[in-house]
């Protein structure tokens, strides 16, 4: 079953699934936006387990006004009990050469919760935060874990952040 619907450049595919047997697909769409930026952004989309169309495929970030480009890359998506998602992903501005990771809620039906949030503010390329992965537990929280580089020491260490059910720290 195809979840998504364009014909723009598309990647980086994410899946998860809830107790109840939907679907969620996550991915990347890249395009060159109206200022002439190449950019990337989140789109999802929700199926029952029948592969009926709960929420078709939708936009998660909007990059079309970005000047210069912004790549929002690699989601990770995850469903709590509750029937919540996370969906989160590195940002990336060219500006500065920043990565952060960001991550959004939706209700079980795909409608936006909380979001687009950044976990971290960092500002140039000399500290990183990507790559995140999310984990949803059994009482309903969200666990997003991430790479922090700090290039003035050479090292990468691993960050987390613990988020109740509607997305709060």
Sequence with gaps: V??????????????????????????????????GHWVWEIHYAIRDYNGTVIKGET???????????????NPVAAVAPNGNIVVAWTHEDSSNDSRNPYYA?????GNLL????????????SIRDYDPTVAA????RFI??????????????????????SGQI
């Design 59 to 73: 936009t998660l970030t909007d990059n079309s006004g970005a000047t210069p480009a912004v790549l929002d890359y």
């Design 105 to 109: 809620v939706l209700d079980g039906n």
């Design 144 to 165: 997003v874990t991430w790479e922090h580089y700090d290039s003035s020491e050479g090292i990468c260490d691993v960050y987390y952040a613990v988020l109740d059910s």
């Design 2 to 35: 195809q979840a998504s619907t364009s014909i723009n450049y598309e990647d980086n595919a994410a899946v998860a699934t809830g107790q109840d047997g939907d679907i969620v697909n996550a991915w990347v769409q890249g395009y060159t936006n109206s200022y």
């Design 114 to 125: 909380r979001g687009p949030t950044a976990l971290t503010e960092n500002i140039s390329s």
């Design 137 to 140: 537990t059994s009482d309903g």
